[in-house]
């Protein structure tokens, strides 16, 4: 099925708004997507109608939240194909889902244990272990990422040895757009007895997502990056990991009974989600789930693709440009530099044409060290992006070229 893009992009007002009197081209999908009426309809209609605290409610509206919440958790749960709801916890965000299995997975490791990340790590899934490291003296190793912007796989098999209990890897680099072989990566992580965490902020909004599938233990995500709302991510465990690991947090939500002789905790999901969540925004991404499963997730990839090869063909007209992630299987992200100039010039003048790309460094430090710069413009694309657009987009990179060459 071919997807009705003008439709699409009725959904979304925010893209028919001017910025410096220019048509908005949003180009910034990667750092957050726009969100469908579908959600902020729902948003509104659960602040109107349904606002009550969740799980410890007698009255009606409180019964009502917590149906909504719990619902969301089960269209997760069908949405990534996890086994249980009980493996489906509710966060603010990729990063924090990220921080949870550093530091309570972390809690179980020794001094002296291995965690195995990469080169093209975000900083979420990279702070995190060095705090770790910090606490318990744990060892951090690292797999380099080769030139084309794949990970060198040789040496992630070389960088095993019996004391490796962790491997975290992104599904996709939000730099490169590099697709990593997840599931080839955590089969191999098993058999040599590590978990498995994967860092799906970008591997969610692009791809099919099936836990079984991938066969990976942990895997994280952020609902802004996927048409949801904002302050809402998820991580999935394995029930069997998650029931071994202690709480993140303290507070109510996550408790048995409290006695000041000692405390147990709840059952799961909810040892994991201490305090009030953001029921409202839970409630609301089971919307963004539907629209993205209305319009049909392989044909979103099959749209963003093409925009992806139609834009990675055109750029290439532009003189001395240079791209950084030319790996056979990416994402909808596309970084360069023209010549010499500066990336915040570039995204700066791009911006003043209506164009909204990011500049810098991403979130990825190492990444940009591994190349030898400082940062990169980066444009990313969403199912609501035009042809059209990346046309403009050319049009207007080749004025910036002329004028910074
Ligand atoms: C955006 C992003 C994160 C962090 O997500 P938050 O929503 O900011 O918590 C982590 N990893 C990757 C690859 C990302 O793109």
Known sequence: MSLDIQQIRADFPILDRKVHGKPLIYLDNAATSQTPMSVVNEISRLYTTEKANVHRGVHCMSQEATASM??????????INAESVQEIIFTSGTTEALNLVASSYGALLKEGDEVILTQMEHHSNIVPWQLLQNRRG???????VLDDGTLDLDTYHTLFTDRTRVVSVCH??????????????????HSRGAVFCCDGAQGVPHTKVDMKALGVDFYAFSAHKMYGPCGVGVLYGRREILQKMPPYQGGGEMIGHVSFKGTTWAELPYKFEAGTPDFVDIAALSKAIDYMEMLGID???TYENELLE???????????????GTAP??????????GDAHHYDTGILLDRLGIAVRTGHHCAQPLMERFGIEGTVRASFAVYN??????????ALRRVAEMLG
Request: glycine share 2%; charged share 25%; hydrophobic share 50%.
């Open 172 to 189: 996709a680099s939000n730099v490169l757009g590099t697709v990593n072989p997840i599931a080839e990566m955590a089969e191999y992580a």
């Open 138 to 144: 744990i060892v951090i190793k690292v797999v380099p």
């Open 299 to 301: 044909n979103i990839a």
């Open 386 to 395: 035009t042809r059209e657009e990346i046309d403009t987009f050319i049009k």
């Open 70 to 79: 719990e619902a969301s958790r089960e269209k997760v749960r069908g949405f």
């Open 329 to 338: 299987h990416k994402c909808a992200v596309l970084s360069f530099l023209i």
């Open 310 to 324: 139609y834009a990675a063909a055109r750029i290439r007209e532009i003189k001395d440009i240079r791209i950084f």
